[in-house]
């Protein structure tokens, strides 16, 4: 019985690992002019304005900043739900990612939308949903 458990539980922690690698890589968003970097694995990935702290990722393009992914809340084979929070620090949004098909995710804003684009020098929210293909 106790062997059985251990092959369960590792099992799963080998699917939660191999969910989470989904999850990594450059991605590009066309309609926002915008790149992804992400590696919801492993906290490891420094953006060059923020000498010395790595994070899980960031998003960076037509926005109002860069939004870095602070906490990966919860990961699944095809989707993930992750906290962004801008690069002033004041913002805060949950986004949730999904895998859509090969090489496709799209990005899903959850609950209040304060992630915001630039139109025309303005900036209007974002689409709640924009799609990304991996580079």
Do not use: H
């Not at 699917?15 to 919801?40: H, K, Y």
């Not at 962004?84 to 959850?110: H, K, P």
């Amino acid at each position: 019985m106790k062997k059985m458990l251990f092959t369960l539980c590792m099992m799963l922690a080998a699917a939660s690992g191999w969910a989470q690698e989904q999850f990594q890589g450059m991605w590009q968003c066309e309609d926002l002019r915008a790149t992804m970097v992400i590696n919801l694995a492993e906290k490891n990935i420094t953006l060059k304005d923020f000498e010395g702290e790595e994070t899980y990722g960031y998003v960076k393009g037509n926005f109002n900043g860069t939004w870095v992914i602070l906490k990966v809340k919860k990961v699944e084979e095809k989707k993930a739900l992750v906290r962004m929070v801008s690069d002033i620090g004041y913002d805060a949004q949950d986004v949730e990612f999904r895998l859509t098909g090969e090489g496709v995710m799209e990005m899903r804003l959850v609950g209040d939308q304060v992630m915001k684009t630039v139109e025309n020098g303005k900036y209007v929210k974002m689409p709640k949903v924009a799609v990304f293909k991996k580079e």
